[in-house]
């Protein structure tokens, strides 16, 4: 009997950060005039990177891969080869590859993974080329790691999404950190619908704005606290090639993540945590009835936090709030009035509040008046009344106000600060709701 032919099958996952490069790799030693190879537990590099810079290379990519194949619970099997590419006038005529060469010379990078299949056996090999800016070899690297470990990279929007999430990657740090100009991008453009960035028929290297819409739907799921628990599932599955779908993990919470994800990307700034900003679908709300006062604890460096108070549109309530919160490390500690109540005032009056472009509303609110790091206690409702949440304009609150609640609906609290530097707040405010005499028909 012949034995059968042993098959490959080759996959090529492409990064396109052509036009958006990062900066050039830092001056270390002088760039030797050829390439040199190093190695590391997992990784063969071969590079035209100074020494000190291709050892901090390896170091990066080492510790991001440490951390990747926890997150995926799987080690990477054998060494991930890669080419690393300062100038290509420094590599002697057909070392690198013609797979590889095409996206080098456009600025970008490719991982090619090869499969050899035989007797139900299969290993896979993953060959990294990329240009040597910060994030194209992280980026690879993550698509490398999965390629050599599952021999798949996964749906598209899943690959490329979470090889950006490594693109970005920086030890110990969640929060958003992206490219300018796609931070640019995603702030002047209309949100990708959820649906489209899913389900559409998309290619590896199509354009780095649909990278861009991928690296933000990953982003919110990896991180805010009500998706994270089963993204991880999700992506392993789709890396086992087992039966399931986005709809199959998140089909009981589209309504949230629809409106988590326009939030996100309505107030998505450097800085930004999805973590601290993830919204409490679990408490419960009432409407505050008679004299009794429903009492929350409102933490500085979170998003919208839950008051536990369900209010009437046009009636009115007194909110009094004690405590004291800071809006940096070593910032004053401030009540929740914020601070320079009378300039603010002030410039209340000299039209401060004409910023906001109503045209430019998503189903998240606008971005903040006036101030938005001197720690007031704001308010905003949260209306679900019809298929969509929607959320009122963001009003001030303080120490002891009296309000009139803009919309029905559930009132949430935070600190006003930027949404992009709220993770260096401290403290905790308590606030007391209460009906003042019109409130009554306030529904459950
Ligand atoms: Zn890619």
């Not at 209340?348 to 790091?373: F, L, M, R």
Request: proline share 5%; with cysteine; charged share 25%.
């Amino acid at each position: 009997m012949t034995r059968p032919l042993p098959l490959l099958a080759c996959l090529l996952v492409c990064c396109l950060v052509s036009g958006l490069a990062a900066a050039k790799p830092k001056d270390g030693n002088a760039a030797p005039a050829e390439p040199v190879d190093y190695r590391s537990d997992h990784f063969y590099l071969h590079t035209d990177l100074p020494p000190s810079d291709a050892q901090e290379l390896l170091e990066r990519l080492e510790t991001m891969l440490e951390l990747i194949s926890t997150y995926w619970a799987r080690p990477c099997l054998g060494i991930i080869e890669c080419y690393v590419v300062v100038d290509l006038a420094h590599w002697p005529t057909g070392m690198i590859p013609e797979e590889g060469l095409a996206h080098i010379k456009a600025g970008a990078g490719v991982t090619s993974v090869t499969t050899l299949s035989s007797g139900g056996q299969s290993l896979s090999r993953s060959v990294v080329y990329s240009v040597a800016d910060r994030g194209t070899p992280q980026h690879e690297a993550v698509h490398a790691y999965c390629g050599q470990t599952f021999g798949t990279t996964g749906p598209v929007w899943y690959s490329e999404g979470m090889a950006e999430m490594g693109q970005y990657w920086r030890k110990d740090d969640t929060s958003v950190q992206i490219h300018e100009g796609v931070l640019d991008y995603l702030r002047s453009s209309t949100p990708k619908s959820i649906d489209e960035i899913v389900h559409a028929e998309e290619f590896t290297g199509d354009s780095w704005q649909n990278y861009a819409w991928r690296w933000a739907l990953c982003h919110l799921l990896a991180y805010n606290t009500n998706y994270a628990s089963r993204f991880r599932p999700l992506g392993l599955a789709f890396l086992k090639k087992e039966p399931t779908s986005f709809e199959e993990a998140y089909g009981d919470m589209t309504r949230e993540i629809e409106f988590e994800y326009h939030f996100f990307l309505s107030h998505l700034d450097q800085g930004f945590r999805n973590d601290l900003c993830s919204w409490d679908w679990q408490r419960k709300f009432r409407a505050p009835k008679g004299s009794a006062a429903l009492t929350s604890k409102i933490k500085a460096d979170h998003g919208w936090q839950p008051s536990g108070a369900i209010v009437a549109a046009g009636a009115d309530y007194q909110c009094k709030a004690t405590g004291s919160w800071q809006t940096a490390k070593d910032a004053q500690p401030r009540s929740a009035d914020g601070v320079e109540r009378e300039l603010r005032n002030r410039d209340h009056q000299t039209g401060g509040e004409t910023d906001n472009d109503p045209d430019e509303v998503n189903e998240g609110e606008k971005g903040d008046a006036i101030d938005d790091a001197d720690g007031r206690l704001m308010g905003v409702v949260l209306s679900d009344d019809d298929e969509n949440y929607r959320l009122s304009e963001p009003f001030e609150l303080g120490g002891d106000v009296t309000f009139t609640a803009p919309a029905d609906g559930k009132l949430y609290l935070r600190c006003r600060d930027s949404w992009g530097k709220l993770a260096d707040n401290k403290g905790t405010l308590t606030v007391k709701i209460k009906a003042k005499r019109n409130a009554s028909r306030a529904r459950e």
